[in-house]
C-alpha cells in the first residue's frame, strides 16, 4: 500500500513536468550554443559553430528570432574566409554586435556584408558581456587570424567599469586587473560541465534560465556587491568607480594599438546613447550627471586626443526619435532592433574610415536607408 502511495505521489509529482518538457518543445524556447572552454590554448570566447537555432526573451516569448552560429561560433549569417584577399572591416564588441535579438542578416555587421554584394568583407566577433578589456583581446585574435584592414569597436555603457576585475569577475573574459601599482590584462577561464551540457538539452529548463532570466536573478544573488544600477551607488562610490573606469579606458588605449596592429585611421569607435533617457527630455537632462554619460564623454574625449574618430549615436537617435517618435529598443530589452541595427550600419557606411576602406561612401547607404 505505501509503495503505491509513493508511485501516485511520485507520478503527481512528475507528470506536470513532462508535460510542461513536452509542451515546450513545440515552442520557441531559447536554444543559443554554448560557449567553447576558454582556456591558455583556446582564450577566445567562441561558441559552437555551424549551428541555426531560436533565441527567445520572455516568458510569453515576447521576442523570437532565428540565428546562426558560423564556421568560427560567432552569431553572423556569412562563413569567415581568413584567406580571402578582399578589403575586411572587422566589427568587435558584446552583445550588441552579437545582437541575439534580431534574426540573422539583420545585425549592423551582417546588413554591411551584404550590401558590399562581395566587393569586401564585413565580419563581426561578438560574445554577450565582452567588455572594452575583452575587446582588446578580440582585436588582437582578429589580427591574428583575419588580418583587416581596419576595426570598429560598439562601446556600451557598462563597458568601462566592467573591465575591471575589481568589477566583475565573469568566467571566459579578460579583465583589466591592478599587479604591482599598475593594470594588466588577466584571463578567467571558462568551462561548461557535462552535467550542463546534459541539463541543456531540457526545454524545460532553458526556458526557465533563458526565457525566465533565472540564470541573471541567480548571478544577482551570488553577486550581492554589485548594485542593482549605478543610481545605486553612493556619491563616494560614483566617484571611485568613474575615476577606476578612467583608469580603464587609459590602459585600453594605451595597448590597442599593439592589439590591434592598426594605427588610429584603420580604428572606428561607435558609442552608444544614453538610452532610455534619450526619449524624454528630464530623463536626459537626469543623466548628464549619470555614470554613463560621463564616461561617454571621457571616453570620446580620449579617443579624439588620440586621433580616433567617434560616431556619437546619441545626437543621431535624438534627431530621429524627435522626427517621427521612433524607438531603437525592446520594450523588455535594451539592446538595439532592426531599425537601431539598420541606422548603425548606416552611420559607419558614411564614415570616412568606410570610404578608405571599400572606396567609396555611397555604395552601401543607399542598399541601407530603408524605413
Known amino acids: 500500500m505505501l509503495k503505491k502511495i509513493g508511485l501516485y505521489t511520485l ?3 512528475v507528470m506536470p513536468l513532462v508535460i510542461l518538457e513536452l509542451g515546450l518543445r513545440f515552442m520557441p524556447v531559447s536554444s543559443p550554443p554554448y560557449l567553447l572552454p576558454v582556456t591558455a590554448s583556446n582564450p577566445v570566447p567562441r561558441y559552437q559553430p555551424n549551428l541555426d537555432y ?17 564556421n568560427y561560433g560567432y552569431a553572423h549569417s556569412a562563413d569567415y574566409r581568413p584567406e580571402a584577399t578582399t578589403p ?50 578580440f582585436a588582437d585574435y582578429a589580427r591574428r587570424t583575419f588580418r583587416p584592414d581596419a576595426m570598429a569597436f560598439f562601446v556600451i555603457g557598462n563597458d568601462f567599469d566592467e573591465s575591471l576585475l575589481k568589477y566583475k569577475s565573469e568566467p571566459r573574459f579578460h579583465y583589466f586587473d591592478e599587479r604591482d601599482g599598475a ?7 571558462y568551462a561548461l560541465s557535462d552535467a550542463k551540457k546534459v541539463l541543456r538539452h531540457s526545454a524545460l529548463l532553458r526556458y526557465v534560465m533563458y526565457n525566465c532570466a533565472a540564470e541573471h536573478r541567480v548571478q544577482a544573488l551570488l553577486d550581492r556587491s554589485a548594485p542593482a544600477t549605478y543610481a545605486d551607488l553612493s ?15 587609459d590602459y585600453f588605449f594605451e595597448r590597442l594599438p599593439s592589439m590591434s596592429g592598426l594605427d588610429s585611421r584603420a580604428i572606428q569607435f561607435v558609442l552608444d546613447a544614453v538610452r532610455p ?29 588620440r586621433g580616433y574618430a567617434v560616431i556619437d549615436l546619441q545626437p543621431v537617435f535624438i534627431a530621429r526619435h524627435r522626427r517621427d517618435g521612433t524607438r531603437f529598443d525592446f520594450a523588455t ?13 548606416d552611420e559607419l557606411a558614411r564614415s570616412a574610415l568606410f570610404g578608405r576602406v571599400f572606396r567609396s561612401r555611397e555604395l552601401v547607404p543607399a542598399v541601407l536607408r530603408k524605413d
Open 54 to 70: 531560436h533565441f527567445s526573451w520572455g516568458p510569453d516569448f515576447e521576442l523570437v528570432t532565428v540565428k546562426r552560429s558560423n
Open 88 to 137: 575586411l572591416l572587422m566589427v568587435i564588441g558584446d552583445s550588441f554586435v552579437e545582437a541575439q535579438q534580431v534574426n540573422a542578416g539583420k545585425s549592423a555587421p551582417e546588413l554591411l556584408h551584404a550590401a558590399l554584394q562581395g566587393a569586401g568583407r564585413v565580419y563581426s566577433i561578438g560574445v554577450s558581456g565582452a567588455p572594452l578589456s575583452q575587446y582588446l583581446v
Open 235 to 249: 556619491p563616494a562610490e560614483l566617484e571611485e568607480r568613474l575615476r577606476d573606469s578612467e583608469r580603464a579606458v
Open 333 to 345: 530589452d535594451n539592446h538595439w532592433n532592426e531599425l537601431g541595427h539598420r541606422i548603425v550600419a
Open 277 to 305: 533617457a534619450i526619449y524624454s527630455e528630464a530623463a536626459l537632462k537626469a543623466a548628464e550627471s549619470g555614470f554613463h554619460e560621463r564616461m561617454r564623454r571621457y571616453f570620446a574625449a580620449q579617443a579624439a586626443a
Open 183 to 189: 593594470l594588466a590584462l588577466t584571463r578567467r577561464d
Open 11 to 13: 507520478l503527481v509529482a
